[in-house]
């Protein structure tokens, strides 16, 4: 079953703006993880949140996670040509649990040049 | 290093045929992982190996086996291909134990089952 599920399922915006994920699950977890496909690729790691945590950042990224509402959100900033890609949510739960993630549908980035 | 590595990279089947995908990873990971994900879906776990000599069922094992052949290789088996097992496989690899729980994965490999 689907645990997270990320909003928009598509996004459309110019280079140089920024781009907001959102991301909303349905039970107790861990960490949350975003993730980075391109087309025809294998998806690549790009930030963890801990559910003790409530704001990330690793360079252009800003990661939030609210486990009152359950949901997080990524922030790329200034964004680029190369950061269309499809992204990815994944949560996992506690104890055994966390060697397995539960993935979203994804959301479709579409920076235009 | 290379990473995690597949083979092979695209695989057409008839149905009932059967196969093994490969995967092998460098990076002495203990936790391996097989996906599968189908157009316009994430990706949905099959079986995982929390370390060498366990392994577990994901939430869509059926149809398939595994085999963790040690510390490096984990392997999925389709004995018997059916069209619904068409998608495209990854495979990923994790080290919860030490605190790594961002999982890194292989290109996938691409099987069409007519």
């Known amino acids: 079953s689907q645990q997270g599920e990320e909003d928009p399922q598509a996004l459309s915006i110019q280079e140089g703006e920024n781009a907001t994920m959102n991301c909303s699950y349905k039970?107790?977890?861990?960490?949350l993880q975003w993730y980075r496909q391109n087309s025809g690729r294998g998806l690549v790691h790009l930030i963890l949140?801990?559910?003790?945590?409530r704001e990330k950042h690793s360079g252009r990224l800003r990661v939030t996670l609210d486990t009152s509402k359950k949901s997080s959100s990524l922030l790329i900033t200034a964004s680029r040509a190369a950061d269309t890609a499809s992204y990815f949510c994944?949560?996992?739960?506690?104890?055994?649990?966390?060697?397995?993630?539960?993935f979203g549908k994804g959301t479709k980035l579409s920076v235009i040049p | 290093n290379a990473g995690v590595t597949q083979t092979p990279k695209f695989q057409v089947l008839k149905t009932g045929q059967s196969m093994t995908l490969q995967c092998a990873q460098d990076m002495n990971h203990n936790s391996m992982y097989w996906y599968r994900q189908d157009p316009g879906m994430g990706l949905r776990l099959i079986y995982y190996s929390a370390s060498e000599g366990t392994t577990d069922k994901g939430e869509v094992p059926n149809g398939y086996n595994v085999s963790r052949l040690n510390k490096r290789e984990f392997s999925l088996r389709l004995e018997s291909a059916a069209p619904s097992q068409t998608s495209v496989y990854f495979c990923?690899?994790?080290?919860?134990?030490?605190?790594?729980?961002?999982?890194?994965f292989g290109p996938g490999t691409r099987l069409t089952v007519t």
């Open positions: 990923a690899s994790s080290d919860p134990g030490s605190g790594l729980y961002g999982q890194y």
């Open positions: 949140i801990r559910s003790n945590e």
């Open positions: 994944a949560t996992a739960s506690s104890g055994a649990g966390s060697y397995q993630l539960t």
């Open positions: 039970t107790s977890i861990n960490n």
